[in-house]
């Protein structure tokens, strides 16, 4: 996630058009601008006129030399913005691209996880045991904390699309 000066909101909209130049290297005359509604940021306006640029009102990026290039872009999304006023930036072959990207979280280490437990369970009680289980542990906090954070994304994902 790439951060810009809050004191960009005070600037016109050309302003931060040199400024996702900068970031991503996609020329001001290339880049079109839009909030949710699908409203152009004319460059002429300052940028706070449009209340946007947060989580629940993201400026899209969407850039003309990606879409008139010849060759298909890589998937990618690239996102820049304040910690508390992001600006979402995609390019927009590839969210109309033919094969929309499906997220998917692997749940296939849960039923080792699950007989590992059951092993674990019927170990003898020693110090060696309180080891094992101890490092078992570790491993289902770290599992669960990868699929939270999959989670987490994924519910970031979905209240992109609902804008």
């Given at each position: 996630m790439l951060t810009f000066d809050m004191n960009l909101a005070l600037e016109n909209v050309s302003v931060l058009k040199q400024v996702v130049e900068r970031a991503v290297k996609v020329p001001p005359e290339k880049q079109v601008l839009l909030i949710s509604g699908g409203e152009a940021l004319d460059p002429k306006r300052r940028l706070c006129h449009y209340?946007?640029?947060?989580?629940?009102?993201?400026?899209?990026?969407?850039?003309?030399t990606t879409i008139e290039g010849h060759d298909p872009p890589s998937p990618s999304v690239d996102y820049a913005g304040t910690d508390t006023s992001p600006i979402f930036l995609f390019s927009k072959t590839t969210i109309e691209g033919h094969d929309p990207p499906s997220p998917s979280v692997d749940y296939g280490a849960d039923t080792d996880l699950k007989e590992?437990?059951?092993?674990?369970?019927?170990?003898?009680?020693?110090?060696?045991?309180?080891?094992?289980?101890?490092?078992?542990a570790q491993q289902i906090h770290e599992h669960t904390r990868d699929h939270t954070r999959a989670c987490r994304q994924l519910v970031h994902d979905q209240h992109l699309q609902q804008q």
């Open positions: 209340s946007a640029g947060t989580d629940t009102s993201p400026i899209f990026l969407f850039s003309k590992q437990v059951e092993g674990a369970l019927n170990m003898p009680a020693s110090y060696n045991t309180v080891v094992a289980r101890a490092q078992l």
